[in-house]
Nanobody
């Protein structure tokens, strides 16, 4: 079992920054990839960014150049630094941990970008 706890969401003005954190606990050695996904009202959950255990990253086109995913292995924490936020970035952001068998999800954190 893996437990994920997100933090850092909130209300921000368009153009501003926000950093999300996701702390993992439990059987963390089973995790292959961690990432961030988001779900806006009335839309499907979509990928934002992922990072592998060896630091390889992948970004959705909407996140490239504005968002940066990183990890602190000593703290078992993954971060999502979001810059130049837009109103269309408004969504619930979910942390994900992928193992060989199972996907684990955090409870989600709301990000609201005002215009």
């Amino acid at each position: 079992q893996v437990q994920l706890v997100e933090s850092g969401g909130g209300l921000v003005q368009a153009g501003g920054p926000l950093r999300l954190s996701c702390a993992a606990s439990g059987n963390i050695f089973s995790i292959n990839v961690m990432g961030w996904y988001r779900q806006a009202p009335g839309k499907q959950r979509e990928l934002v960014a992922t990072i592998t255990t060896d630091g390889r990253t992948n970004y959705a086109d909407s996140a490239k150049g504005r968002f940066t995913i990183s990890r602190d292995n000593a703290k078992n924490t993954v971060y999502l630094q979001m810059n130049s936020l837009k109103p269309e970035d408004t969504a619930v952001y979910y942390c994900n941990a992928r193992t060989w068998m199972v996907d684990y999800w955090g409870q989600g954190t709301q990000v609201t970008v005002s215009s």
